[in-house]
């Protein structure tokens, strides 16, 4: 518990002692003064043990199901590593070294990510450090990152040409895929046609059903690739349009993946075009043909 006491003490002194090592707009949450978290609390420690366990002259153990919890808060100014060792005796799990479930530290941030011709991102982070006992390992040790996008003042202006141009080229996206998306399902739409009719003449005329592959000769996937990348496209575009708004920025992460799916698709439909050379033509036929077998591979593999 002695290590435990040194791991905990030294957190909070570099905590609050950001001012003087971080390197990055690294920050307390909502802080206007440089040396003083402007949140309630400060660091938040947590010590969870049992009431009461009682070893016997047997060697036979009593523990009280209920576990109670204190609640510990620690504010110091910056670099004050005298305030933090008169909150030690607080912080300390040395009075709970035979009733200690678990020990726990959180940590509040804040960190400005500065983009080009686009409004800063505000994160708001929160660490958490766990120690656990544990009988057969002792203190288990868990370190937890949690993070939340919030809306933040900025002096951008948005007048400037360039990001107006960086919103008309969203809007642009947005329109192209509109029209490519509606041309795309019309010739699905047209096939599907010719499928019924081409169905029922094969059953009046020649008495039979058509197969598997028969139907599939009906289907253009190139065109349900171009749909779906379309959709992906305009679905970023839109999300990305959101963000740079100012505005839901938890869904940054979906709006990269979207894009990437959709350039990727996009890209994967340019290969339709060398059919119509006679020089890539093989090429673009045994990749149709191999892909079945690579795709049962990969899946093999990542089993």
Known sequence: FSKLEDISTYAIEQYFCLSDTAISLLGYPNGLKPDYPAFPGGVEVTISHYTKVDINSNWTVNITDTVESLNVSVQCPACDKACVAEHKDKISAKRFANTLVQYKMTFRLQILLLKYLSEPHCISLRYVMIFSNSLETGLNTELWLHYDFVSCTSTLDKDDIKYIGYIVLDILVIIVCLISTSRSIKRLFVAFRLYKKTKKFIEQTYKRRLNKREKHLFVNYWHI?????????????????????????????????????????????????????????????????????????????CK
């Open 225 to 301: 690739a171009i749909v779906v990348a379309d959709i992906f496209l305009m679905v970023a575009s839109t999300f990305k349009l959101s963000i740079d708004g100012g505005t839901f920025y938890e869904i940054f992460d979906i709006c990269t993946l979207m894009l990437g799916l959709g350039v990727w698709l996009s890209y994967l439909g340019l290969l339709r075009y060398l059919a119509f050379d006679k020089h890539y033509s093989m090429i673009l036929n045994t990749i149709v043909v191999a892909l079945p077998h690579l795709a049962r591979s990969w899946c093999a593999s």
